[in-house]
């Protein structure tokens, strides 16, 4: 199947908690991976290991444990991390930074562009290796500065610098420049985008690991959680647009108003992490502490164990989605994670 990744900063880690358990269960090859922010960075890390262990002649379980192993390696090292401002953790030196956001730009704060991250991507991810293989088809989305629209970076183009692209926030560090044109994150225009999977990969089932939550259990009235959930809608918007799409050319092809063979039948399928790190709010998406880190990813590995038990078996015969959009989606229907734990 393929895999589409959404971005959200350090909640990327229950991300990587996803990815554990399915490359443990070993059920499910991947075709191609797409993804946006941090997203983007656990589809190398997976494939850097992947490729690497299959390029060295192991076989399929061997491979899968060298892709668990990279994304390991890639997460500890961002949990271990220090800050490019002397003796500030990453998270302080993220907090500091949105904090003077609002009269200092990272032109002025950063004019050199400082981020260990991408020092970390060049150092653990063989890019020269994911432009020559064959064995999947990788995608990085970000957004195109002029244009506001959302540009894939794929085979040839696919570098450090377009994954550092897909995860620049605009108010915390300068535009990253590809080819003469500038870029900042991509879940402003696709988070992820589904179309690459659909037009570029032979296979019809998409998982999409969402960890930004889409429904709230209250009006937010602060000024914190107002900010957090007008973030939360903008970096969703996409997507659902993307599935309203999906779910009207399914229709069409249902009612047989296209030609038999002609186009793609998507089957989607869907973890969703947004419920289990509402509680923890956007501004934890910049804590990359180790502790909070490994908390994420078991969070994940929690997810995708339950999701293998109860919907692995949707893949190639049917979505596993609701794309009944307008469907009663109101808060009162669901209880957030926090009133659970009190029942």
């Known amino acids: 199947m393929n895999l589409a990744l959404q971005g959200g ?8 908690g996803v990815l554990d358990a399915l490359l443990e269960d070993g059920r499910f090859r991947f075709d191609g991976l797409c993804g946006t922010s941090s997203g983007a960075m656990n589809a190398v890390a997976l494939a850097h290991g992947l490729v690497s262990a299959l390029a060295d002649g192991a076989d399929d379980r061997q491979a ?62 063989d890019f ?11 995608f990085v989305n970000a957004t195109h500065v002029r244009t506001g629209r959302g540009e894939v970076f794929t085979a040839e183009r696919l570098s450090a610098d377009a994954v550092m692209a897909s995860a620049c926030l605009p108010s915390s560090f300068k535009a990253v420049e590809i080819e003469g044109e500038h ?21 019809r089932d998409v998982l999409i ?20 959930r007008v973030a939360e809608i903008t970096f969703n918007a996409s997507l659902l647009a993307e599935l309203r799409v999906i779910k009207f050319v399914r229709q069409l092809l249902a009612d047989g108003r296209f030609p038999a063979g002609r186009h793609k039948d998507v089957l989607l399928h869907h973890i969703d992490g947004g419920d289990a790190l509402a509680d923890f709010g956007s501004a934890t998406k910049v804590r990359f502490e180790s502790a909070f880190i490994g908390r994420l990813f078991e969070l994940g590995r929690a997810a995708a164990q339950r ?3 109860q919907d692995a078996g949707h893949v190639g015969v049917r979505s596993g989605i609701d794309l009944s959009l307008d469907a009663d989606q109101r808060p ?9 734990r009190r029942a």
Do not use: C, K
């Not at 900063?9 to 990587?16: D, R, V």
């Not at 889409?214 to 914190?224: I, R, T």
């Open 9 to 16: 900063g350090a909640h990327g880690a229950f991300t990587w």
């Open 64 to 125: 899968r444990e060298a892709a668990r192993r990279a994304l390991r390696r890639f997460w500890e090292e961002i949990g271990a991390m220090g800050s490019f401002v002397a003796g500030v953790p990453l998270a302080g030196a993220n907090l500091w930074l949105n904090m003077i956001s609002p009269w200092m730009s990272p032109y002025q704060v950063n004019p050199f562009g400082v981020n260990p991250l991408q020092r970390l991507l060049e150092r653990q991810i």
């Open 128 to 138: 020269d290796l994911l432009r020559r293989q064959r064995q999947l088809r990788l």
């Open 183 to 203: 870029y900042w994150d991509g879940g402003y225009s696709g988070n992820p985008p589904i179309h690459p999977l659909i037009y570029h990969t032979d296979t």
């Open 209 to 228: 690991v969402q960890i930004t939550p889409g429904v709230v259990p209250a009006l937010p009235q602060d000024a914190f959680g107002i900010t957090d």
């Open 307 to 309: 999701w293998l038990a």
């Open 332 to 340: 009162s229907a669901r209880r957030s994670t926090r009133e659970r």
